[in-house]
């Protein structure tokens, strides 16, 4: 597998890491908080290397959300390999 393959076979692969990171050896574990930082900075990478041509797909899905600060609304995406993270009680 390419570093710029088929966005299907992108996507296998980062499954089959998400299922290791999570499921795996638990030395190999990726907590929720690391997890998410991992698929951010691969989020932004493959979007940075669709823009110049490098590749052709981002094996992550996005979905459009807004949101909304002090009175503003922006438009933003939001990155679905995320993972839930607990908040304190």
């Known amino acids: 597998m390419e570093i710029f393959d088929t966005r299907d076979r992108l996507k296998a692969l980062l499954s089959a890491y998400a299922v290791d990171r ?4 638990p030395k190999q574990y990726l907590g929720a908080v690391t997890w998410n930082q991992h698929m951010s900075v691969l989020g932004k990478f493959y ?3 669709v823009d110049e041509k490098y ?3 981002v094996p992550i899905t996005y979905r ?3 949101a909304v600060y002090s009175e503003t609304a922006r438009p933003i995406l939001v ?3 995320r993972r839930r993270v607990p908040h304190a009680t």
């Open 22 to 25: 999570s499921s795996g050896d």
């Open 47 to 49: 979007r940075w290397a």
């Open 55 to 57: 590749a052709t797909a």
């Open 64 to 66: 459009q959300a807004v």
């Open 79 to 81: 990155n679905h390999a």
